[in-house]
C-alpha cells in the first residue's frame, strides 16, 4: 500500500514556541491531506483539510493562525504549531489520499504520528 | 465532527475467539470504513463498504452496514494476539472522513 511518512514521531518543546510537523507521501500523489488531534483513549478529531495548492479549510473551533497548515506540494503537507502552549500537547496525526479533491469513495493513507509536548 | 459512536468501548477476548464490535453514525454517507490503531501509531486501513453494499469479506474481517438502521459492525474470527488494537470505524460524507470513538480489543493469550 501507499506510504505517508510523518516527523518527527515526538517533540517535546518549550511554550512559546513554534513546532512544525512535515507529512509527506512517498510512493503516490496526495491530492488532499487532512490532519487530525488525538487525545489519550479518544478518536481524532479532524482539524483540517488540505488541497494541493490551495488555503487549508479549518474545521470549526480550530484555531487557522495557531495551526498553520501548508500544502505546498503533491508530496508534502507540514503543521505548524504556533507559540505552543502545555494545552496543545496530543497526538497529531495526518493522512492523505490521491485522486480528485472531493472524491470519496476512496481510503485514506496515515502517517504514524507525532506526540507533541509542551512544557 | 465526531459521528460515529462505537459499542463497546473495549473488549477483552482469548485467542482464537471472534471479536465484534459495532459502530452507530448519524446522517447519510457515501461510504464506512474501517480502520486499526496500534498503541501510539497511526491508523491502518482494514475495509471500504460503500453506501449500496450489505456485506463484505476480507481475510478473517467480516463488515456489515444497514443504512436503514445507521449501523454497521465488524467482526475479527478467530482472533489472535497480534489483533490487540484500538479499532476505529469511519464514516465517509461532506468530502471528509469522521471518526467514531474506537473499539479497544485485547487479546489474551
Known amino acids: 500500500g501507499a506510504v505517508v511518512s510523518q516527523h518527527p514521531s515526538w517533540v517535546i518543546c518549550k511554550s512559546g514556541t513554534s513546532v512544525k510537523i512535515e507529512c509527506r507521501s512517498l510512493?503516490?500523489?496526495?491530492?488532499?491531506m487532512f490532519w487530525y488531534r488525538q487525545f489519550p483513549k479518544q478518536s481524532l478529531m479532524l482539524m483540517a483539510t488540505?488541497?494541493?495548492?490551495?488555503?487549508?479549510?479549518?474545521e470549526q473551533g480550530v484555531e487557522k493562525d495557531k495551526f498553520l497548515i501548508n500544502h505546498a506540494s503533491l508530496t508534502l503537507s507540514t503543521l505548524t504549531v504556533t507559540s505552543a502552549h502545555p494545552e496543545d500537547s496530543s497526538f497529531y496525526i495526518c493522512s492523505a489520499r490521491g485522486g480528485s479533491p472531493g472524491l470519496l469513495n476512496e481510503k485514506l493513507f496515515f502517517g504514524s504520528g507525532t506526540q507533541l509536548s509542551v512544557l | 465532527s465526531q459521528q460515529g459512536e462505537e459499542d463497546p468501548q473495549a473488549l477483552s477476548i482469548q485467542e482464537g475467539e471472534n471479536a465484534t464490535m459495532n459502530c452507530s453514525y448519524k446522517?447519510?454517507?457515501?461510504?464506512l470504513q474501517w480502520y486499526r490503531q496500534n498503541s501510539g501509531r497511526g491508523l491502518v486501513h482494514l475495509i471500504l463498504?460503500?453506501?449500496?453494499?450489505r456485506e463484505k469479506h476480507s481475510g478473517r474481517l467480516r463488515v456489515t452496514l444497514d443504512t436503514s438502521k445507521k449501523s454497521s459492525s465488524l467482526l475479527i474470527t478467530a482472533s489472535r494476539a497480534a489483533d490487540t488494537a484500538s479499532y476505529f470505524c469511519a464514516t465517509a460524507a461532506d468530502y471528509k472522513l469522521s471518526f467514531g470513538a474506537g473499539t479497544t480489543v485485547t487479546v489474551r493469550a
Open positions: 510512493d503516490f500523489q496526495a491530492t488532499t
Open positions: 446522517t447519510s454517507i457515501n461510504n
Open positions: 488540505s488541497n494541493e495548492g490551495s488555503k487549508a479549510t479549518y
Open positions: 463498504i460503500r453506501s449500496n453494499e
